[in-house]
């Protein structure tokens, strides 16, 4: 895939996982192009890792588990905000 295909694939996965978290977002669409993107690789790394699954291409797979690293790296990050450092 292209840059533009991974920049388009980012933003709807990171919108989609903003849209599942019940806290609101404050990253705007650059924020959510990146989380999906950066979601993207720690889904499929995951995904290859713990299941040997291998992403081909923009499928519903592929959606699937970048929805689920976005949501993986919100979970995290709302982790590290609530703690008092």
Do not use: H
Not at 29 to 46: E, N
Not at 57 to 68: E, K, W
Request: aromatic share 8%; net charge neutral; no cysteine.
């Amino acid at each position: 895939m292209n840059i533009l295909t991974w920049v388009l694939f980012g933003l709807i996965a990171g919108s989609i996982a903003n849209l599942l978290d019940p806290e609101p977002s404050r990253g705007g669409v650059l924020g959510s192009i990146v989380l999906g993107i950066i979601g993207a690789l720690v889904g499929g790394f995951l995904a290859n890792v713990l299941l040997g699954l291998t992403i081909s291409g923009f499928n519903l797979t592929s959606f699937l588990i970048a929805v689920g690293g976005s949501l993986l790296l919100l979970f995290i990050g709302r982790l590290f905000q609530s703690r008092d450092i």
